[in-house]
């Protein structure tokens, strides 16, 4: 399986050999896939698109079926969330726009965590995490919510998990076994975040307000507001991670664990622990622990929810979306999602359930 080589755009050609040296193609087939079916529709001709997903050697990836697609891109460098300096480099070498200011205005927004939601977007917005939903609830222009998908559990169930463990090991803490960890939020990043620390031999704590969250087997789940409970747990473990998704969710709990000699990482865009924690006592100065690598999440696991959210980009330019929040819909998702069980290697038996 490789790139069709009529990809008629010389800047998606120079990404595409790029990233020939550096991946496979079992990587990202579903990316692969998009670009082989837009180099030849080209759904997106002319489109003046703005993407502020987080830039990262594996993000190269993204860009090509746009390119190919015929879109008129330009990167947003996102003020929330850090970005590897070496590919912005690559983007300028190629001739790809990037800019750290809010775009004038453009066709579609593929937004990150809402910092495009005051961008004027002619056709709307495509928002990639939980943590820009809110942004958009009140939105009076279509909004395609990537993150409200199945696929997206492939990245921030399994992906965010595989992350959060390499991103422990690069700080020092590559044994986890025996280890009790607390972890704040039981949303899909919640759950990866403890699923892959119970591989690693972990026993882990699960904090949630909602009692009716699935924890994954043989994790404990107490409720948010049983502090209590949570002093309990907190006095017994060796780290801590915040995976709300909400700013200064675990500002009660600042002055504790600022005092405290836990390691403590975030897993979410927002500083989750909000003023009163300093920055210094979380791993990465509060950015997600994940953001340290040079490879945030592994190009197999985000591989399906980038081509999710381009394909956004093209169903807002089909108009059949209202204003507001909108799901992406099954058929988008399945024919992706065939592509990854068919072309890719990573294995979905642990989120197949919540697949269905």
Request: aromatic share 6%.
């Given at each position: 399986m490789s790139y069709d080589r009529r990809v008629p755009d010389d800047r998606a050609e120079a990404l595409r050999a790029i990233l020939d040296q550096a991946y496979s193609p079992s990587d990202h087939p579903a990316l692969i896939w998009q670009t082989e079916q837009w180099h030849v529709e080209r759904p997106l001709d002319g489109a003046r698109i703005a993407d502020a997903t987080p830039v990262f050697h594996n993000t190269l990836a993204k860009y090509v079926?746009?390119?190919?697609?015929?879109?008129?891109?330009?990167?947003?460098?996102?003020?929330l969330l850090p970005h590897d300096p070496d590919t912005v480099t690559l983007l300028h070498e190629v001739g790809v726009p990037v800019t750290t200011r809010s775009p004038a205005g453009c066709d579609v927004a593929l937004d990150c965590a809402g910092i495009l939601a005051e961008t004027p977007a002619r056709l709307g917005y495509v928002e990639l995490t939980k943590s820009g939903q809110h942004v958009y609830e009140s939105s009076t222009a279509p909004v395609f919510l990537a993150d409200?998908?199945?696929?997206?559990?492939?990245?921030?169930?399994l992906g965010t998990g595989d992350g959060f463990v390499r991103?422990?090991?690069?700080?020092?803490?590559?044994?986890?076994?025996?280890?009790?960890?607390?972890?704040f939020g039981c949303g899909k990043v919640g759950r990866g975040a403890a699923l892959a620390a119970l591989a690693a031999g972990a026993s882990v704590t699960l904090v949630d307000p909602d009692p009716d969250v699935r924890p994954p087997a043989v994790c404990s789940l107490i409720d948010a507001a049983d502090t209590s409970a949570v002093r309990a747990a907190l006095d017994r473990a060796w780290g801590v991670a915040s995976a709300t998704g909400i700013?200064?969710?675990?500002?009660?709990?600042?002055?504790?664990?600022a005092g405290s000699d836990l390691v403590v990482a975030n897993l979410g865009a927002e500083d989750e622990f909000g003023p009163d924690m300093p920055e210094h006592r979380v791993l990465n100065d509060k950015a997600p622990v994940n953001f340290a690598l040079d490879e945030p999440t592994h190009l197999r696991y985000i591989d399906a929810t980038?081509?999710?959210?381009?394909?956004?980009?093209?169903?807002?330019?089909?108009?059949?979306?209202?204003p507001g929040i909108n799901r992406p819909p099954r058929a988008v998702e399945d024919d992706i999602l065939g592509i990854v069980r068919r072309r890719g290697t990573i294995e979905l038996s642990a989120i197949e359930e919540d697949m269905l």
């Open positions: 079926p746009l390119l190919a697609g015929g879109a008129d891109l330009t990167v947003v460098l996102s003020p409200d998908s199945r696929i997206k559990l492939i990245e921030t169930v991103g422990l090991a690069h700080f020092g803490h590559p044994d986890l076994n025996g280890r009790a960890i607390v972890v700013a200064g969710a675990l500002g009660p709990w600042a002055e504790y664990l980038m081509a999710l959210h381009n394909a956004g980009a093209v169903e807002l330019r089909s108009g059949a979306y209202h």
